[in-house]
């Protein structure tokens, strides 16, 4: 009876070192070939995860996307002073500084056709709460034909080495804005571009307002500011707008700058 012996399969496949040097070659050949193969399977692979991981993040984000792509009007409730406009109050949910406690609730009316803008995260002081070293951007909000509006709120240790300090202890109207003034204009500032300085007090909190004149700003001609402080934050509510913007929408932006309050 014949017999047949049992051979692993691994000497079956295996080249041996003894093998001619063309069997070697045309096995590498072999191989290679077949791990080319696979290369541009995995770039693709690769690539089309690269897509879709953004797009899983982004869907969390999606709900506050279409909130600032939409008129404030459609989302914000009307001013109990003036319905013409809405009101805009900020809660812990809106920004990193709310949410860390470190700038108090504030509020301000819009018109109903303005619009939320995104601010970019290095910008937001999202990476640096509740410790931040230098001033962020809060919220913005624009609208093409009027102007636009931010919250900017500072570290009291740039202004002033008193813990809690208030406006007044930080010194006189001209002093605070001549450290402020950068974060109006957006690039410099100079002390000939303000027109006009008063002080206003709402509560036991007090505020001052300046208009100034800025041919130069990178945010406008136009700017109007609002300054106060409380905790360990100062906070500047800037109005600005283009020369057409001013001359057709002055007296509603006016009527901004004087509605906000913390």
């Known amino acids: 009876m014949a ?28 191989v290679a070939s077949s ?61 990193p500084a709310l949410r860390a406690g470190n700038v108090q609730p504030y509020q301000f009316v819009l018109p109903p056709n303005w619009k939320q803008l995104r601010i970019a995260n290095i910008l937001s002081g999202n990476y640096c709460q509740p410790k931040c070293a230098e001033p962020w951007i809060e919220v913005k909000f624009e609208n093409e034909k009027q ?43 100079d002390s000939d571009e303000l027109l006009k300085t008063s002080i206003e007090k709402i509560g036991d909190q007090t505020y001052y ?14 700017n109007l500011a609002k300054a106060t402080a409380k905790g360990n934050t100062a906070v500047l509510f800037v109005v600005s707008a283009t020369e057409k913007q001013w001359q057709s929408s002055q007296k509603t932006l006016e009527a901004i700058l004087d509605s906000f309050q913390l």
């Open 209 to 222: 307002k300046y208009v100034l004149e800025t041919p130069f700003a990178l945010t406008g001609s136009h």
């Open 147 to 189: 102007g636009k509006v931010q919250v900017v709120a500072s570290p009291l240790i740039r202004l002033t080495n008193k813990p809690n300090a208030t406006i007044e202890d930080i010194g006189e109207p001209e002093k605070v804005i001549a450290s402020l003034g950068p974060f109006v204009t957006g690039n410099s500032y």
């Open 3 to 30: 017999t047949a012996s049992l051979v692993p399969t691994s000497k079956i496949f295996s080249v041996s070192s003894k093998c001619p040097a063309s069997i070697k070659a045309r096995t590498g050949v072999v």
């Open 35 to 95: 791990q080319q193969q696979q290369q541009p399977r995995r770039r693709e692979l690769l690539l089309k995860s690269a897509v879709a991981i953004p797009a899983i993040l982004q869907l969390n984000e999606a709900p506050k996307s279409e909130a600032r792509e939409v008129e404030v009007g459609s989302y914000l409730p009307p001013s109990p002073s003036d319905p013409s406009f809405v009101l805009f109050k900020a809660k812990p949910s809106d920004t």
